[in-house]
């Protein structure tokens, strides 16, 4: 759509639904980094196919999962309040979406980025107003992985390991 139309694209309304954490009968699941890994392989893959941004549906629910429109259902959230005794917790996702906006600035402009051979880390990178370039690692598996980053424009080379389990930014300029 991009491409042929011109025309910017911005993925709303994510969520995490009980569906999608087969390893979970929780609604909310305090805690759950599966979860946050989710949210950063979605952030990942939305940003690399042309999407100008990632907005959550519910950034912050009750501990049931609600409200939510429509009231077909409850999900997990970011923040989740315990009204009852005047709390919030932040749960991994909360942190995940901090962890790109802290990267990802205002003007800034996703760039090309490619992988060779193919590899199970899943890579993002972005060109930022201040001239800096952030690079986003996320590597699922239960290994570490070495990763080398090629700058063609900046002609530099970067081997970074990517720890096991692990969302990492590198940024330069």
Do not use: Q
């Amino acid at each position: 759509m991009f491409k042929k139309y011109n025309k910017f694209l911005l993925y709303t309304e994510a969520c995490i639904i009980r569906r999608l954490d087969p390893n979970s009968t929780l609604t909310v699941d305090l805690g759950s980094w599966i979860r946050g890994a989710a949210y950063a392989t979605d952030i990942i893959e939305v940003i690399n196919h042309f999407s100008i941004g990632f907005i959550d549906w519910n950034m912050a629910l009750n501990t049931e999962g609600g409200p939510v429109f429509p009231t077909s259902g409850t999900v997990d959230a970011p923040v989740i309040v315990n009204a009852s005794a005047d709390e919030f917790y932040k749960n991994p996702m909360f942190y995940v979406l901090g962890h790109f906006s802290k990267f990802i600035d205002e003007g800034s402009y996703r760039v090309d980025s490619t992988s060779e051979p193919l590899s199970s880390v899943s890579h993002l990178a972005t060109t930022n107003p201040d001239g800096s370039i952030s690079t986003f690692l996320y590597n699922p598996t239960e290994s570490d992985i070495t990763v080398i980053l090629h700058d063609v424009i900046n002609k530099k080379i970067v081997n970074i390991s990517v720890k096991a389990e692990s969302l990492n930014t590198v940024v330069w300029w």
